[in-house]
Nanobody, 123 residues
Framework: VQLQASGGGLVQAGESLRLSCAAS????????TGWFRRAPGKEREFVAA????????YYADSVKGRFTISRDNDKDTVYLQMNSLVPEDTAVYYC?????????????????WGQGTLVTVSS
């Protein structure tokens, strides 16, 4: 499975962006798709995830209420709608997926990763 992340860019604080994670390649059913981010000088951290089998979504406390993760099965694409962006959201955002994930927030649980897309939020 190849994952292609896109949609990053430069925005001002308070604006919105929508990131996309498109899956392609050998058809493997992945139940969980997540978004992680790495800010300059920091470790990669969990942002949000969606578990297809239970329609459950998960969010980091820092983005809860501002970000929404969704999945379009027809397009094999997962979206991350980011509203009310703040400068602290500046990071490279990565999507990740796997067939089975027990600990949603742990990056080591995911085998498939996209290349990352840069989000920059200016104040």
């Amino acid at each position: 499975v190849q994952l292609q992340a896109s949609g990053g860019g430069l925005v001002q604080a308070g604006e919105s962006l929508r990131l996309s994670c498109a899956a392609s390649g050998r058809r493997i059913t992945t139940d969980v798709t997540g978004w992680f981010r790495r800010a300059p000088g920091k470790e990669r951290e969990f942002v949000a995830a969606i578990r297809f089998s239970t329609r459950t979504t998960y969010y980091a406390d820092s983005v809860k209420g501002r970000f929404t993760i969704s999945r379009d099965n027809d397009k094999d694409t997962v979206y991350l709608q980011m509203n009310s962006l703040v400068p602290e959201d500046t990071a490279v955002y990565y999507c990740a997926a796997d067939r089975q994930v027990k600990y949603i927030r742990l990056k080591g649980e995911y085998d498939y990763w996209g290349q990352g897309t840069l989000v920059t939020v200016s104040s």
